[in-house]
């Protein structure tokens, strides 16, 4: 067994620490976008799946992304089954990478969490808290932990060979654009269809109720984001240092396109338009922060920036009640950053993998591999995540009654309000009551 790095263990620990902070900023993020009536429920969604996809993960998670490969589709799901074997002869990942089994365990766990957090975004207002427990449970098992066994896994950490997206189709995605973003992105759409639209959308304002909520969930996504990106590399070196400078400038640039996006098209320049460009452009870099320079990372932003800024109005075109616009942002801006990949993709990037993109004289291949990774992700992910939310909503109903989302999930599903504004006399009721007071009174 290869003596492990304390340093750069040191390195996975903090980053996967600084990736976990990010469910709660996202929970923090979207909570505040939604109506008054549904804050509590939006970020309980979050909460949940990191309470859940916690324990999957360490269970039989781990194992399906990162045992042996079986035909590069999944990992065994005996190998790792409990964390069996990682205190023992597989307690490092790799000579190549040379520490602890369990500090990549936990890496990647936060990574599974965020990922089944983001597609909560997409039917705010108007889920069952147990259905979309059994929902995420269900689409991670079957989604995406065979999706990070595609793109995560590869020769040499942890798994023999690998998966198909990473060793066969060589397509690059340094931290998840695809596994994380459009595979999210994906659900987050099929679910949004499979519930349908919240009432009065379209037809009645449904405003963030607390743009403080959203700014401080931005900048803890942006914060956190440093490990997920940097992170990734496993190591506390020149590559990791290059993608953290990748990663700021593109976020910088993409807030800087939102908003002069709004300016021209809007007439103003919102701080939720910069909160939302801020999250563009770290979902853009996530594939492309260790194959493009610096300055084709801030193209990246600037494309991402944009092209996501008026993506977020298909919803409306398209009859499509996507509430937090997790498609706009997370399908839409992972799509880009996978394909500029393909055209970006540069000797002078913080790590080279050998294949350039078209601007950079490397023709059209790489794009090609890139198009063919997001092409399947989505597909598979949007298909997947449609018939399991189906057959929840056929069963045990996902969609909330049409009393319960006017009234407010909050108060409905949990028995909470997010704000006491003051307390009501008359026929037993007061603010500090319970529930059952309330609905008896």
């Known amino acids: 067994m290869p003596e492990i790095d304390t340093g750069n263990t040191a390195w996975v620990l903090v980053c996967a620490a600084l990736v976990l902070l990010m469910t709660p900023g996202l929970a923090l993020f979207y909570g505040g976008m939604v109506r008054g009536k549904s804050v509590l429920n939006m970020m309980m969604m979050s909460f949940g799946a990191l309470g859940l996809i916690s324990v999957l993960w360490v269970l039989f998670g781990f194992s399906l992304a990162f045992g042996d490969s079986i035909g590069g589709v999944v990992g065994n799901p005996f190998d790792f089954w409990g964390m069996k074997d990682l205190m023992g002869p597989r307690a490092v990942v790799s000579e190549a990478y040379p520490i602890p089994s369990l500090s990549f365990v936990a890496f990647q766990a936060v990574f599974a969490i965020i990922t089944v957090a983001l597609i909560s975004g997409a039917i705010a207002d108007r889920a069952r808290f147990g259905a979309w427990l059994v929902f995420a449970g269900v689409w991670a098992t079957i989604v995406y932990f065979p999706v990070a066994h595609w793109v995560f896994a590869f020769d040499g950490v942890m798994s023999d060979t690998g998966g198909w997206i990473a060793n066969d189709l060589k397509a690059i995605d340094f931290a998840g654009g695809t596994a994380v973003h459009i595979n999210a992105g994906a659900a987050g759409l099929a679910l949004a269809i499979v519930l349908g639209k919240r009432i009065g959308f379209a037809k009645e304002p449904m405003r963030p109720h607390n743009l403080t909520l ?228």
């Open 214 to 441: 959203v700014m401080i969930g931005a900048g803890l996504l942006w914060f956190g984001w440093f490990g997920f990106n940097a992170g990734s590399e496993l190591a506390a070196d020149l590559t990791a240092a290059g993608v953290w400078v990748n990663t700021m400038v593109a976020t910088g640039a993409a807030m800087l396109a939102w908003l002069a996006t709004e300016k021209i098209r809007d007439g103003h320049a919102t701080s939720l338009g910069a909160a939302s460009g801020v999250v563009a452009g770290l979902v853009a870099i996530t594939p492309a922060c260790s194959s493009v320079s610096a300055v084709g990372a801030i193209i990246v932003g600037l494309v991402a920036g944009a092209v996501c800024a008026l993506a977020v109005g298909l919803k409306y075109k398209l009859g499509f009640d996507d509430s937090l616009d997790v498609v706009g942002v997370h399908l839409v801006g992972g799509w880009v950053g996978t394909l500029m990949v393909g055209l970006l993709a540069t000797a002078a990037a913080p790590f080279n993998y050998g294949n350039l993109g078209l601007f950079y004289g490397g023709g059209f291949s790489q794009l090609g591999r890139q198009f063919v990774a997001a092409a399947v992700v989505t597909v598979f992910s949007f298909v997947a995540a449609y018939i399991i939310g189906t057959i929840i909503n056929k069963t045990m109903g996902f969609r909330c009654s049409e009393e319960e989302e006017i009234t407010g999930v909050d108060l409905t599903t949990h028995a909470e309000s997010a704000y006491e504004l003051g307390s009501f006399t008359g026929a037993g009721y007061t603010s500090g009551a319970s529930r059952k007071e309330r609905v008896d009174a």
